[in-house]
């Protein structure tokens, strides 16, 4: 079964910083592109990131271009979130998403597939 | 910067056909965008249901199907469920980025 656990999320001042992780099981985790989404309470899904299958090719949205850092480590299956500089409007459940964004299992897509189940971050002092 | 706009709310009744589309500021929606459609339940994680304009996961249900329509992308329930109330949000790719619409929250009556 594919699986996605997110951890990490908490309590943390402006300013802070945070390090979020997205641990993957059930599937070839470095043969995907890995999504970091996150939900502002009682708002719709915004989108982070997304890296490819190794890492090397990450992009942001402007929102957080500069302050988040995203990493993954396909020796442990896991997808990292460095957040840093937070403010109050970055308070959201953060997902992150298995998907492809070309070839990816031998198959050719754009799209997100499996979803975690969030962690929730909490900016304030 | 592109905005994706989706309809803010739709109704439909158990057993009727619903169609949410999903509209960019940049001009028609293409399959070089691959929207993708992703349901979320109150409380509860999303699910993506489609990806690639109209390609299902193994997950989906069959009477879930995607199109392009009038320029737009859409989403279309056939033989809607109580279960399929949720808030429903596209997703489409733009080079570099991933954009997504505001979400339409379907209530089933």
């Known amino acids: 079964e594919v699986q996605l656990v997110e951890s990490g999320g908490g309590l943390v001042q402006p300013g802070g910083s945070l390090r979020l992780s997205c641990a993957a099981s059930?599937?070839?985790?470095?043969?995907?592109?890995m999504y970091w989404v996150r939900q502002s309470p009682g708002k719709g899904l915004v989108w982070l990131s997304r890296?490819?299958?190794?890492?090397?090719?990450?992009e942001y949205a402007d929102s957080v271009k500069g302050r988040f850092t995203v990493s993954r480590d396909n020796a442990k299956n896991t997808l990292y979130l460095q957040l840093s500089s937070l403010r109050a409007e970055d308070t959201a459940v953060y997902y992150c998403?298995?998907?492809?964004?070309?070839?990816?299992?031998?198959?050719?897509?754009?799209?997100?597939?499996?979803w975690g189940q969030g962690t929730t971050v909490t900016v304030s002092s | 910067q592109t905005v994706v706009t989706q309809e803010p709310s739709l109704t439909v009744s158990p057993g009727g056909t619903v169609t949410l589309t999903c509209a960019s500021s940049?001009?028609?929606?293409?399959?070089?965008?691959?929207p993708n459609w992703i349901q979320q339940k109150p409380g509860q994680a999303p699910r993506s249901l489609i990806h690639?304009?109209?390609k299902k996961h193994s997950w989906t249900p069959a009477r879930f199907s995607g199109s392009l329509l009038g320029g737009k992308a859409a989403l279309t329930l056939s033989g809607v469920q109580p279960e399929d109330e949720a808030v429903y949000y596209c997703?489409?790719?733009?080079?570099?980025?991933?954009?997504f619409g505001g979400g339409t929250k379907l209530t089933v009556l």
């Open positions: 998403a298995t998907g492809c964004s070309g070839w990816c299992g031998g198959n050719y897509y754009y799209g997100v597939d499996v």
């Open positions: 059930g599937f070839t985790f470095s043969s995907f592109w």
């Open positions: 890296t490819d299958l190794d890492g090397s090719r990450t």
């Open positions: 940049a001009g028609a929606v293409s399959s070089g965008g691959y």
């Open positions: 690639s304009t109209n």
């Open positions: 997703l489409l790719y733009y080079g570099g980025v991933v954009i």
